[in-house]
């Protein structure tokens, strides 16, 4: 029987976890995982981690020096790195300082959680020298490969997939009639309070007008936690203090996207992932244009779609119909296995006796003031090599204080709520750690 493949995995927020964790189950179908979060300000909590329907114990929070330790004590075949453009690249360097010439080293494998709708020559070239750059769909491959190439960098290691979690049942209407209508919110778009509160009243007031149906504002974090992104207006807060409250067919609710799409008859969102699970299901899904079409929002991704819509349009009984060329074109759909090539490439790499060094388009030679600020913030040197005091304690004693701090941290967050005095003892807790 041949040997299990070892993967590690280092995500930093709940939503990257899901991605990294499933991106390795569909890359290396037989393998041993490892996971790591990359201590910050969105490190999930339990119950976050919980939601995202990714079973196992939960990953070690870890800092980017630490994890560099571990990868270069540890043998592992396989290492993902789901994370922003700037720790990827900071990982990348130093994984160039552990292994500067050819070695029989990990395969490197980093893409994107969902839309690619912003900073798309920043973050990409902050993720090469990955050996493995997937993208989400034909349309991100061809803009992938076009960045690299217009900087004269190595675009081979962009590779089409798509989204790992993309699956369930094919929606299955119960009836003629919409039942359960699902608000999918986002953490930061918009980020307004004031366009918050209007698409917060516009489900409400969906459901007012249409008592028979449920609607159901799906929410990413509680009051307290983060995300991928910050939240600084949450809809929890502001339902509570919507003049009349929601109605009773309208409710908040939290767990599972795929689970919740089981009983959704029609998705609205502005521009979430959740749109591209929904899709793939054949749910009927809305992109919100009542705050326009804009590359702020996000929702110019849909253009061609077919999803397009307001919620005046939904108020009067639209259903939106997807376009299939758009769909195919934006891996929603296809025919296949979307991870065939990946797995034959990580395959090939993993059956050389070494590797060489990786070689990130960013050194301090092409971009000697922006590389050395990126790799600061994790406590590198421009070297790629971790800065004094970065690693100060053994593997025993950093898993020790990292479950620590993280029944702390969960203990000091549902404190909150009820006051500083309860908080504060948490937080000192916290700071001798």
Known sequence: MPERKRVAVIADSDTRW???ALTARRLVPDHQLAGFLLRGRATPTARQLGEVGVQGDRPAEVTCAEFLAEIGRERYDVVVLALVGGAVQAVLHGARALWPEPAGRPVLVTGYVGVVYEKLADGLLLRHGADLVLANS??????????????????????????PFLGGAPYAPAGPRTHTVVFAVQPSVPDSRADRTYLLERAAGHARLHPDREVLI???????????HLEEQPYQRLAAKLPGGLPPNCRLVYGNMG???????????????????????????????????REALGNHHFLGSGCLASWDQLDAGLLPRADAGWLAAQGVTGAGDPYAAARAKAAALLAEPVLPSPDPYYTLTTAPRYLPGILARQHLAPDGTPLP????????????????????RDAARGAYRHGVQRVAPVIRRMGEL
């Open 18 to 20: 899901k991605w990294g």
């Open 218 to 228: 799906k929410l990413r974090s509680r009051p307290g936690e983060h995300t991928t």
């Open 259 to 293: 689970e919740v799409l089981d009983g959704t008859d029609l998705l609205v969102t502005v521009s979430s992932t959740a749109a591209l699970e929904s899709l793939h299901r054949s749910v009927p899904t809305a992109v919100l244009t009542d705050l326009g079409i």
């Open 138 to 163: 034909r349309h991100d491959a061809e803009r992938f490969r076009a960045v690299y190439e217009g900087v004269g960098a190595d675009p081979g290691a962009v590779t089409e997939t798509a989204l």
């Open 389 to 408: 005091g970065a690693v100060r304690e053994t593997a025993g004693q950093s898993r020790l204080r990292r479950r620590l701090r993280a029944h702390l």
